[in-house]
């Protein structure tokens, strides 16, 4: 596995459908189900046993941070897998074929929206912490106190979203009432931010120490600071994860049993008190770490030490090898977007990022339709834009649909680059030959002589993101850009590069200039921009900023008209706040006999081990 769903999980709402394709041909259903995945066959023919241990291979996917509120400095986006089987969110998306919220896995049994949208009352389930408690709406008051005494520094933090947009949140028993500063697209705010925000236990967490007592102490600011600074800094001590008793009082289907810093392998036993519909039969989920997808294949190939795992899409051919070992496979399009990240505030490479010339240049050099068919063997999105084709069709526009507004054409790229300034020396190094600010000149901070040349920074391990990388490298020097390539683990990728703005440029987070992560997932069938192009966005790492923009994503968080959407949508695939890239499917290969893998999931990843069993 390598789906990364917390980078930036705020971006979507309303309808879609995303398919998810069994490239095996599968057996009859069997007698045990559940509505986590989306469409598609249940599983193998067999009768579920009870117990077994599900060993799932990650390359370079080690989260460090337990309490779900993170702090903004802290970006491993693979905390989301650690903590959400723990502690899920208000709402679960994924419901059967359809891609909309669960009612079955939601925390809530109704939610209605009134007072022109701008209050929110939930009904929420009357289900237990694992000590016995009962949840109630004071969990969600607790909540809600953490995060405001968190932003600005909350991994998830938008400006103008949670907590930002309410004005308070009150409830009884079971019933919880937000009410919010103006009126929001119900479907965005139900499956976008509701999503991200998790119930924590207020009778267990609401403390200031180890041995202090539990209060009620988040009802003030200063208490509710002191809360958080205190549960941030226990959920840092990867030593203590699997021991300290704050972690063990959970409402998700699993506790965990083990979890290695040094390795990075943790593992899940069932939460006996789960009180939702899925309940584990497994007795144990074991997550292992491999340095590259080489070691993992190996793994795979050796049939014995592990059970599921992504498929890197340059290894295709060893499925037959794989089906010989007692493996299934399953494809199935990832919900979010690819891209190239410029650092638009970069003292070097800022210049040239900032002309929509050069980025439209950059763009028309990458060959996309060869890296989908050469690096990832057809198995991708074409990456036209800010929307992905597959899963999204009623939310694709016709320039989309079309291939978007910057096809592959070297022959455009060196037009445009001629037409400012440049002297192009295809393979070579292309050059400033007219600085200055005119029309027909480079641009505001480009000097005479200044080569096209730029460092991009990419996660290591995987052979087929090595592949692309290359592809990119190559097709760009067509047009003599220069383009650096720079391997680093994930880990350091999330340590080194921060969110880079013309205010805030610090020297050991914003060092980079270009940056690949592999994607950004979309947790919703709404795929809004939201975080990710609106300035202060907390997914946009190059501080890419518009008016215009930022305007648009608004819009499309507000209301729900198709005809917005599409204008947002096509301003954005024009304007380049990233270079666009295809973004893979994921295949994933797992035990012959593992039930509940299908239908996958697309919106979870496929991490819904609960409803996972082995046949007899």
């Not at 068919?373 to 989309?400: H, I, M, R, T």
């Amino acid at each position: 596995m390598d789906f990364r769903p917390g980078r930036r999980r705020l971006a979507l709402a309303t309808a879609a459908i995303v398919a998810a394709i069994a490239l095996t041909t599968a057996a009859c259903t069997s007698t045990h189900s559940s509505h986590i995945g989306n469409g598609g066959t249940a599983g193998p023919t067999g009768k579920p046993q009870k117990g077994g241990t599900v060993s799932v291979g990650w390359v370079a996917a080690s989260p460090n941070f337990i309490f779900p509120v993170v702090p903004a400095t802290n970006s491993d986006g693979y905390n989301t897998n650690l903590q959400s089987p723990l502690w899920p969110d208000l709402t679960y998306n994924g419901d059967g074929a359809q891609a909309g919220p669960n009612p079955k896995e939601n925390l809530y049994s109704s939610i209605a929206y009134s007072n022109g949208d701008k209050t929110i009352t939930l009904t929420l389930k009357p289900w237990k912490w694992s000590d016995g408690q009962p949840i109630t709406a004071r969990d969600l008051v607790f909540v809600y106190n953490l995060l405001k005494a968190a932003v600005p520094n909350w991994f998830l933090y938008l400006p103008g979203l949670f907590p930002d947009d309410v004005a308070s949140v009150t409830g009884s028993g079971q019933t919880a009432v937000i009410n919010l500063t103006r009126a929001f697209n119900p479907s965005f705010y139900t499956e976008d931010v509701l999503s991200i925000i998790p119930l924590l236990p207020q009778h267990a967490w609401d403390k200031e120490s180890d041995s202090g007592a539990v209060g009620n102490y988040d009802q003030t600011s200063a208490g509710a600071k002191q809360v958080l600074a205190y549960l941030q800094k226990e959920g840092a001590n990867m030593a203590t994860f699997t021991t300290n008793p704050l972690w063990k009082v959970v409402d998700g289907p699993w506790q965990l049993a083990q979890f290695n810093g040094s390795t990075g392998v943790y593992g899940y036993v069932p939460n006996p008190a789960y009180s939702g519909p899925d309940k584990p039969i497994l007795s144990t989920v074991t997550n292992l770490q491999f340095t590259s997808s080489t070691a993992s294949l190996d793994a795979l190939r050796s049939g014995q030490t592990v059970d599921v795992a992504a498929l890197p899409l340059n290894d295709i051919g060893q499925l037959p090898q794989l089906k010989a070992e007692g493996y299934s496979v399953a494809s199935y399009p990832i919900p979010g977007e690819a891209g190239i990240y410029p650092d638009f505030w970069n003292a070097q490479t800022g210049p040239l990022a900032r002309q929509l010339y050069i980025r439209q240049a950059l763009e028309d050099l990458i060959n996309r339709p060869q890296i989908v068919a050469k690096v990832f063997n057809g198995y991708a999105d074409p990456g036209n834009g800010p929307v992905p084709v597959a899963g999204f069709s009623q939310w694709l526009s016709p320039l989309e649909k079309s291939g978007g507004p910057y096809p592959y054409s070297p022959a455009s790229a060196t037009k445009l680059l001629t037409a400012h300034g440049w002297k192009v020396t295809p393979n070579g190094t292309t050059t400033c030959a007219s600085p200055g600010t005119a029309a027909s000149e480079c641009g505001a901070g480009i000097t005479a002589g200044e080569k096209l040349s730029f460092q991009l920074l990419y996660s290591s391990g995987s052979a087929t993101t090595d592949a692309e990388m290359a592809a990119i490298q190559s097709s760009e020097a067509q047009a003599g850009v220069t383009v650096s390539l720079k391997p680093e683990p994930f880990d350091t990728l999330a340590s080194t590069v921060g969110i880079c703005t013309q205010a805030k440029h610090p020297a050991a987070s914003c060092g980079w200039q270009f940056v690949a992560f592999g994607y950004t997932p979309y947790n919703g069938p709404y795929p809004t921009g939201s975080g990710i192009f609106n300035s202060g966005g907390n997914g946009n790492q190059g501080g890419y900023t518009d008016p215009a923009e930022d305007s648009l994503v608004n819009a499309t968080e507000y209301g729900s008209s198709t005809a917005t959407f599409f204008q947002y949508e096509d301003y954005t695939a024009r304007q380049l706040p990233q270079l666009w890239l295809p973004l893979r499917n994921e295949v994933e290969v797992y035990r012959s006999n593992l039930g509940g893998f299908l239908p996958v999931n697309s919106f979870s990843g496929g991490l819904n081990p609960q409803v996972w069993y082995y046949t007899k």
